[in-house]
């Protein structure tokens, strides 16, 4: 992709400032301290950050005729917030995350995911506030969107899993991952909304095993610190792209099985690094 010249620059920067790093975005340097790890200045004040959503389902930031549909109301989870919105810069730095096989893009993006979800906690934390004057909202658990076999082959990691897994150990919640994805179903991106549903249909389950004894572990139930049914346990679902919600309401649906392993509710919420 990039040109010869381009890379011998590079090498020829490295060699002369060997601090030097290059922004993962356009090769520039970063300065010491930038506010997005690996990326410029320049670069990271076009990011198309989402900071008022206006569709409180999907937290798009224009008028939402998806979530207006009827089967959209009785999916399986609360909300979904995403940090920016999936414009061409984003659509690249994602490509290249993706299948690049740029893995450093994780840093700045799991700090974007992190951005959402500060942002969520504190629509949540006011709606409680006034609705049961009781304190803070937080997510109890940090989960991701799985990929098949086939392509964490091919990547070398799940995208989804790896900024979830940085974001929870910054804000020290625990990451299990908790699905499996049961078939493979090709690009969804070439696909229409119809053959999207049709094919995700049962392509997420909850993973086989899962033992109780993690989340009392994890102080989620049956500890003194909060004993059963007390109140639901929130789960936030990690995927890098929200397109259509589709996916989300799948994996929600399977994560709402554990009601019945565990005993108490369950909410799932939606957090992605990009609204589509
Ligand atoms: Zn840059
Ligand atoms: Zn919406």
Redesign the pocket.
Known sequence: MRGGAERALSVLRRLLAPNFEPCLACGKPVRAGASLPGICERCAAGVPWIARPR??????AQG?P??LRPEARERAFEMNRSAVLYDAAMRRWIAEYKYGGREAFAEPFSIMLEQAYRNLVREMSAERKIRYRSPGWKADLVTWVPVSEERLEERGFNQAELIARQMARRLHIPAHALLERRVHTGKQSSKTRAERLHNLDGAFGLLPNLDPRFFRKWDLIGTEKRPRGSFPIAILLVDDIYTTGTTAAICASALKQLESLLGCSVLVYSLTLARS
Do not use: E, F, L, Y
């Open positions: 569709c409180p389902v999907c937290g798009r939402c998806d979530c």
